[in-house]
């Protein structure tokens, strides 16, 4: 009793300062001053049947307000349990009327759920989170259930996803039956399931791209809980101020001026006993099944002395493709050299043959690895058409060009990560390429004392060779190749040509340390992410995870549960109810500076799934090398 009568003081001396704070504030101008704006949404004034009626079977609902409302997006209202033909939802005037088309089920609780979606005529003020109810049976069910939905891997709040509920649910329940109650996520992720009753219900979600409230098209994300889920409630304690008005300077015991000035004070507070609903916090992951998908999407020809192949490939399956003429006839078997990009996905084969090169167009048949419509790998044969169209340049551009002798263009990677090795490139696929066609010095040295090195090919189609030798960080080095000392597959030799790289230094690079607790036992993979792309893993030893050497920037950390041991994350499949592994994100990002070590405490579960994606930069803990 004591404790109660304490709050309810507190609570007033709470009351009275945000009361001062808006009497300050009411008097911060003077003169003249525009009507207040109407920041008030529409206010419920009655409906047939009567909210929250039992025993109600209409043909046509209809809710009245106060003001003239406009249904935004007639689209976005949610009819819970789903229905097979879709209810007509419009607002005329003050009324919003929505009418049946299909007959409602026996003894269900029926949720219209229009979210934001009523305001008011002339501000737009929206009705925040509106729904209406009734049954048609003798009771409401009025429990209810919320949580978040997020993106399995990258954590992202999902949008307009549908979350359902079964009461039995099998291996095909998801599939064939339509889910018995539903609702929608927000823009944050967030959903409300409301209209159950209190028993145990099998929970899923589903971006339901047919609209049919099942998971039944390719393609479609879902996530489940693994467990039923049973709604519940609590009672707490809920307490409401009422405010009357007095004249201020009768209030202070002054005497009144020729101005009346008000203000209020709290008149009464009444707290009371209200349900609250549980489970609030359900955390499902939305994920697609892998299904392999692998096609030819096209050729080019954009240089006459090569073919490019473009395949999207699945990422565990490469490309090797074989090309057999149709329109030409090569002198032999060995025409081509090919080029392959690290995915495969990218394709090159140079012509060596140069009669086939002045060819306009080469047609060829391509066996290569697809997948059917059931996403097996089989082998396809298409006909392929590729066209070289000569770009057009002016007679003066011609005649400058025959007389300019063609030459083999070689470049290098002019910046060297600490790491790394500087890498020579030619245009064109060469011919044996040593390391007597190069002398190597550094670039201050007086002297030009030649250093020793190796050259070692980078592919194997003689465009790309790494220059591996003891390069210094910071020093900067001239590689000098003397004229035609280097010629291509057709013939074209190398002018002199003097190139220049510079190795990179550890003071231009950070270190980011971060010290883990509550890791989730099995083998975990650490992955630094720069927007998306996963810039380097590492694996964590004795609670701790270290990434040396890193390019200045702002980084998210994201740590994989690797179950399947594949180095990899792996999504689930509903067919097998296997879960996608679990992953988790550092709460903020690592932006860090050249020079710099970073130091983090990383508690894996210190926030919930849907708070845990940065979505800001914060300082990072750092001290200077």
């Given at each position: 009793?004591?404790?109660?009568?304490?709050?309810?003081?507190?609570?007033?001396?709470?009351?009275?300062?945000?009361?001062?704070?808006?009497?300050?504030?009411?008097?911060?101008?003077?003169?003249?001053?525009?009507?207040?704006?109407?920041?008030?949404?529409?206010?419920?004034?009655?409906?047939?049947?009567?909210?929250?009626?039992?025993?109600?079977?209409?043909?046509?609902?209809?809710?009245?307000?106060?003001?003239?409302?406009?249904?935004?997006?007639?689209?976005?209202?949610?009819?819970?349990?789903?229905?097979?033909?879709?209810?007509?939802?419009?607002?005329?005037?003050?009324?919003?009327?929505?009418?049946?088309?299909?007959?409602?089920?026996?003894?269900?609780?029926?949720?219209?759920?229009?979210?934001?979606?009523?305001?008011?005529?002339?501000?737009?003020?929206?009705?925040?989170?509106?729904?209406?109810?009734?049954?048609?049976?003798?009771?409401?069910?009025?429990?209810?259930?919320?949580?978040?939905?997020?993106?399995?891997?990258?954590?992202?709040?999902?949008?307009?996803?549908?979350?359902?509920?079964?009461?039995?649910?099998?291996?095909?329940?998801?599939?064939?039956?339509?889910?018995?109650?539903?609702?929608?996520?927000?823009?944050?992720?967030?959903?409300?399931?409301?209209?159950?009753?209190?028993?145990?219900?099998?929970?899923?979600?589903?971006?339901?791209?047919?609209?049919?409230?099942?998971?039944?098209?390719?393609?479609?994300?879902?996530?489940?809980?693994?467990?039923?889920?049973?709604?519940?409630?609590?009672?707490?304690?809920?307490?409401?101020?009422?405010?009357?008005?007095?004249?201020?300077?009768?209030?202070?015991?002054l005497e009144p001026g020729n101005v009346r000035?008000?203000?209020?004070?709290?008149?009464?507070?009444?707290?009371?006993?209200?349900?609250?609903?549980?489970?609030?916090?359900?955390?499902?992951?939305?994920?697609?099944?892998?299904?392999?998908?692998?096609?030819?999407?096209?050729?080019?020809?954009?240089?006459?002395?090569?073919?490019?192949?473009?395949?999207?490939?699945?990422?565990?399956?490469?490309?090797?493709?074989?090309?057999?003429?149709?329109?030409?006839?090569?002198?032999?078997?060995?025409?081509?050299?090919?080029?392959?990009?690290?995915?495969?996905?990218?394709?090159?084969?140079?012509?060596?043959?140069?009669?086939?090169?002045?060819?306009?167009?080469?047609?060829?048949?391509?066996?290569?690895?697809?997948?059917?419509?059931?996403?097996?790998?089989?082998?396809?044969?298409?006909?392929?058409?590729?066209?070289?169209?000569?770009?057009?340049?002016?007679?003066?551009?011609?005649?400058?060009?025959k007389k300019k002798k063609a030459t083999l263009?070689?470049?290098?990677?002019?910046?060297?990560?600490?790491?790394?090795?500087?890498?020579?490139?030619?245009?064109?696929?060469?011919?044996?390429?040593?390391?007597?066609?190069?002398?190597?010095?550094?670039?201050?040295?007086?002297?030009?004392?030649?250093?020793?090195?190796?050259?070692?090919?980078?592919?194997?189609?003689?465009?790309?060779?790494?220059?591996?030798?003891?390069?210094?960080?910071?020093?900067?080095?001239?590689?000098?190749?003397?004229?035609?000392?280097?010629?291509?597959?057709?013939?074209?030799?190398?002018?002199?040509?003097?190139?220049?790289?510079?190795?990179?230094?550890?003071?231009?690079?950070?270190?980011?340390?971060?010290?883990?607790?509550?890791?989730?036992?099995?083998?975990?993979?650490v992955e630094l992410v720069d927007k998306d792309?996963?810039?380097?893993?590492?694996?964590?030893?004795?609670?701790?995870?270290?990434?040396?050497?890193?390019?200045?920037?702002?980084?998210?950390?994201?740590?994989?549960?690797?179950?399947?041991?594949?180095?990899?994350?792996?999504?689930?499949?509903?067919?097998?109810?296997?879960?996608?592994?679990?992953?988790?994100?550092?709460?903020?990002?690592?932006?860090?500076?050249?020079?710099?070590?970073?130091?983090?405490?990383?508690?894996?579960?210190?926030?919930?799934?849907?708070?845990?994606?940065?979505?800001?930069?914060?300082?990072?803990?750092?001290?200077?090398?």
């Open positions: 009793m004591v404790e109660k009568y304490l709050k309810k003081i507190a609570y007033l001396m709470m009351s009275a300062i945000g009361i001062a704070g808006m009497h300050s504030c009411a008097n911060m101008g003077s003169g003249p001053q525009g009507g207040p704006r109407d920041i008030r949404p529409p206010k419920y004034i009655f409906s047939t049947p009567e909210r929250s009626a039992v025993n109600a079977k209409p043909e046509k609902a209809e809710i009245i307000f106060d003001e003239y409302v406009v249904l935004k997006d007639a689209q976005d209202v949610i009819v819970s349990p789903p229905m097979e033909m879709t209810p007509e939802i419009k607002s005329v005037g003050k009324k919003v009327s929505i009418t049946f088309k299909d007959t409602l089920e026996k003894n269900a609780t029926y949720i219209i759920d229009f979210g934001d979606n009523i305001t008011d005529f002339r501000e737009g003020n929206p009705i925040r989170n509106y729904y209406f109810e009734f049954a048609t049976g003798n009771q409401i069910d009025s429990f209810c259930i919320s949580g978040n939905v997020v993106d399995a891997y990258t954590l992202v709040p999902q949008e307009n996803i549908t979350i359902g509920v079964y009461s039995e649910w099998t291996d095909s329940t998801l599939a064939t039956k339509r889910l018995e109650r539903i609702t929608k996520t927000n823009k944050n992720g967030r959903f409300i399931l409301r209209g159950l009753k209190e028993k145990p219900y099998h929970l899923c979600a589903v971006k339901d791209d047919n609209t049919n409230f099942k998971y039944d098209a390719p393609g479609e994300s879902i996530a489940w809980i693994d467990t039923v889920v049973t709604p519940r409630k609590k009672m707490v304690e809920r307490c409401d101020t009422t405010w009357k008005s007095v004249d201020r300077d009768s209030l202070l015991g000035t008000d203000t209020f004070i709290v008149d009464s507070i009444v707290c009371k006993e209200s349900p609250y609903y549980l489970p609030d916090s359900i955390e499902m992951r939305l994920f697609a099944k892998e299904v392999p998908f692998q096609a030819f999407k096209k050729a080019e020809r954009t240089d006459a002395r090569k073919i490019t192949l473009y395949f999207t490939n699945d990422r565990k399956q490469k490309q090797k493709p074989s090309i057999k003429p149709t329109n030409f006839s090569p002198a032999t078997n060995d025409w081509y050299i090919v080029e392959p990009s690290v995915t495969t996905d990218t394709i090159h084969y140079w012509i060596k043959d140069t009669n086939i090169v002045k060819l306009d167009t080469l047609e060829f048949a391509m066996t290569y690895i697809a997948t059917d419509s059931v996403g097996a790998f089989v082998e396809q044969t298409d006909t392929v058409t590729s066209i070289y169209k000569k770009v057009k340049v002016s007679k003066k551009e011609e005649r400058a060009a263009n070689i470049s290098i990677s002019k910046t060297v990560e600490i790491n790394g090795t500087p890498e020579i490139i030619f245009e064109t696929p060469t011919f044996d390429f040593r390391s007597e066609a190069l002398v190597v010095h550094e670039k201050k040295d007086t002297t030009k004392k030649p250093l020793p090195f190796t050259i070692v090919a980078a592919d194997n189609c003689g465009r790309k060779y790494r220059l591996e030798g003891n390069w210094e960080e910071g020093l900067s080095y001239k590689v000098i190749v003397d004229s035609s000392k280097v010629r291509d597959i057709y013939g074209l030799e190398n002018d002199s040509t003097i190139l220049t790289f510079r190795k990179k230094e550890k003071n231009e690079y950070s270190n980011i340390i971060l010290k883990m607790e509550n890791i989730p036992a099995g083998d975990v993979i792309k996963v810039v380097r893993r590492e694996y964590p030893k004795d609670n701790k995870v270290e990434f040396i050497n890193i390019v200045p920037g702002s980084y998210a950390a994201r740590l994989i549960v690797d179950t399947d041991k594949d180095g990899d994350w792996t999504t689930g499949d509903y067919n097998g109810l296997k879960q996608p592994e679990n992953v988790y994100f550092f709460e903020k990002f690592l932006s860090v500076s050249a020079n710099w070590d970073y130091e983090e405490d990383w508690v894996i579960d210190k926030l919930p799934l849907h708070s845990q994606r940065p979505t800001s930069s914060y300082p990072t803990p750092q001290k200077k090398r």
